[in-house]
């Protein structure tokens, strides 16, 4: 693999940025700069940094809604790299609109994540739901996000997804769309389903577009080590691989 071919699947980490309704913002201050050395010039430079475990591109882990549910520490750390699927909803994205299954399943086309990996010599279980929202990223637009229906979410698990990203705020309507009469009740359905049945959500990814092509696609969402987390930053990266079984060896990490 070409170091070229490397995605990168992440939003970056600024003041200001995007971030959850009510969820404290990203920031960065100097801590330290203190310089040691005129010749050659030296100066220790350190920063302090204050951000949500769910700022930009992140993983949510099942105890971000379930109390006895598993922290990222206690998630295999493989986990989190693995082939992945792309679908594509960008005909069904458009502001503050449910996508259900139908439309997930005209990308789709099949009746199980299981043939999808014996046509790509292998198992399957990542699958990004490529919306095409991301360009909206830290504009007003980007909170009109759409989000999918209970069903989308029940049949993504059905079908054996282990984890399910998103090129959004996140899969589900914010509670200031419901407020406002955007979004129907039963706002965080996916987050239930999904997380509730063990399985890990990523958001804010972007530009997931880049992984669809003829080769297999590849990602990495590795999260920080914080011991009994409920969710993570990652920089998320994706790669193109040829679908060739003696190719398929450990993805770099």
Not at 150 to 176: F, I, K, Y
Request: aromatic fraction near 8%; charge should be negative.
């Amino acid at each position: 693999m070409s170091p070229t071919s490397i995605i990168d699947l992440s939003h970056p980490l600024q003041d200001p940025m995007t971030c959850y309704p009510g969820d404290p913002g990203f920031k960065k201050r100097s801590a330290c700069n203190f310089p040691i050395s005129s010749s050659p010039c030296m100066v220790v430079v350190t920063h302090e940094l204050t951000l949500s475990t769910h700022t930009g591109t992140h993983v949510d882990a099942p105890f971000h809604f379930f109390p006895d549910g598993a922290r990222l520490s206690e998630i295999p750390f493989e986990q989190f790299v693995g082939r992945a699927v792309v679908l594509d909803v960008r005909h069904a994205a458009r502001a503050w609109g449910c996508i259900d299954w139908a439309d997930v399943d005209i990308a789709c086309n099949t009746t199980s994540l299981a043939q999808i990996g014996a046509r790509s010599s292998g198992k399957v279980d990542i699958v990004l739901l490529w919306t095409g929202w991301d360009v909206h990223w830290d504009t007003p637009t980007y909170y009109a996000h759409p989000y999918f229906s209970r069903g989308v979410a029940e049949s993504l698990r059905n079908l054996g997804a282990q984890v399910v990203g998103v090129d959004m705020l996140g899969p589900d309507g914010t509670p200031e769309a419901e407020a406002a009469g955007q979004v129907t009740s039963d706002s965080f359905a996916v987050h239930e389903v999904l997380l509730g049945s063990g399985r890990i959500i990523c958001e804010n990814l972007r530009g997931i577009g880049s992984l669809v092509g003829d080769d297999e696609a590849w990602i990495s969402m590795v999260p920080l080590n914080v011991q009994g987390a409920d969710a993570s930053p990652v920089r998320a990266y994706g790669w193109r691989q040829r679908r060739n079984a003696e190719l398929l060896t450990a993805p770099p990490v």
